[in-house]
Nanobody
């Protein structure tokens, strides 16, 4: 059973920054894509950013220019650097991993609260 463990959430003021990390229980290169989703209260879960095994990245329009997804090969993590945070970025952020051997895997989520 693959586990994804998210970390790095917390409370930050508008305009601030946070970095989220996702640590899977096996090599990040065993997944053909990984990504971050978020779900705000009363809203559906939505894609924030993704990265393929080849290193191709994709971002939702609402985070382009503010968030950066990357791989840390040494730590075996997928990181999400979030800058210029807005109150509307408040949500539970989930790590997702897609593998060829079964359904997608999900972490339990980490809460990001942007508030003054």
């Amino acid at each position: 059973q693959v586990q994804l463990v998210e970390s790095g959430g917390g409370l930050v003021q508008p305009g601030g920054s946070l970095t989220l990390s996702c640590a899977p229980s096996r090599s990040i290169f065993t997944f053909y894509a990984m990504g971050w989703y978020r779900q705000a209260p009363g809203s559906q879960r939505e894609l924030v950013a993704g990265i393929t095994r080849e290193g191709i990245t994709d971002y939702a329009d609402f985070v382009k220019g503010r968030f950066t997804i990357s791989r840390n090969n040494a730590k075996n993590t997928i990181d999400l650097q979030m800058n210029c945070l807005k109150t509307e970025d408040t949500a539970v952020y989930y790590c997702n991993a897609a593998a060829a051997d079964g359904p997608d895997y999900w972490g339990k989520g980490t809460l990001v609260t942007v508030s003054s």
